[in-house]
């Protein structure tokens, strides 16, 4: 990790997000970018990128040797530490230039927080992993403001009040410049669909993202102030750039339109505040259709609220549960949904809640996939094997 230089990223909601417009904001510039994110959809690849592509399995099966040989101490590395350990090491072989890392959970004992950044963002704080990292939004943010380092500048739109104050004075304690969104820099929403961006030392008009919400705005004005740092640092980022990247930039999984007859949406919303924002999405973006909402969820999130905010927009729910162990049953999770909505349908497992949303969907009626993103990424094989989703 000391071979290249390195962006890191914690919070509750959008840092795969902000990575990826980071990551193709500096590709473009012409700079070669290795791009670490969790969890993956499909396919493990998908976790280590190297310039927009998955590194391939025979460098997964390699890394997995290079990393085993060095292996010391009495406690075998946690899965998250020893994948970690591969992109450190892959991306020294490709040799990028920059690295930009998402930490998998938290980030003061994240396996992630082995860095020596360039830069540390954290991108909103919301009530997650309580079990880990505490019960309250103070105890939360300050183990994702543990990857703030000394004399590193560190970037955040942190919105309450004991965030931002956990925020600073951890930024304070160790010298490290710090910027607020909504004070050194903010976007403006504009009718349109784009925004105007103010920053630090540019203001970019009309600027527009390929990723589609109002929360997108957010992340991206998070990504421009972290460009801006860098231009300060001496990088060569022209706003052409910018443009370019933001206008080309992907998130799969993540209020993704995959097919348009029927109409089909993934959104992972694997957590309150992001169940929240795909609900606001659906009922501005399709107050007329009726919507059949194919959801599952993991038994450490708060599953009676997301399903409040879920199942607040729709006419039909087909509750499911994707295979891992901490998925919430179906069955249990169904009965919670029939206290919000009339028409719920439980079933196991996500092939076939896909296949049961495919058989009743009218031509008036829109499909969204959320919950987990390890229902968005089990949906996505199903979808594929039908032909529905390249």
Sequence with gaps: QQAYRTIHIAGTNGKGSVASMLTGILQTAGYSVGLYTSPHLIHFNERIRINGRPVTDPEIVDAY??????????????????????????????RVDW??????????????????????????ISLEHKGYLGNTVAAITYEKAGIIKPATPVITGVTQPSAIAVVTEKAKQLKAPCFRRGRQFSCRRLPSGRFHYTGLDHYWKDLTTNLIGRHQVDNAGLALAATEILVQKGLAIEETHIRQALNQVSWPGRLETVCEEPLIILDGAHNLMAARNLSRYLAQTYPDNKIIMVAGILDDKPAEEMLSALLAVCDHAVITSPTIDRAIPADVLARTAKKIVDTVDDVSTVDRAVARALQIVESDQVICIAGSLYVVGEAMQTLKRMGLMR
Excluded at 65 to 83: C, L, N
Excluded at 111 to 116: D, E, H, I, P, R
């Design 65 to 94: 040797r290079a990393i085993r040989k060095v292996q010391q101490g009495d406690r075998a590395p946690t899965f998250f530490e020893f994948t970690t350990a591969m992109a450190l090491h892959l991306f020294k072989e490709h």
């Design 99 to 124: 690295a930009v890392i998402e930490t998998g959970m938290g980030g003061r004992l994240d396996a992630t927080n082995v860095l020596a950044p360039e830069m540390s963002i954290i991108t909103n």
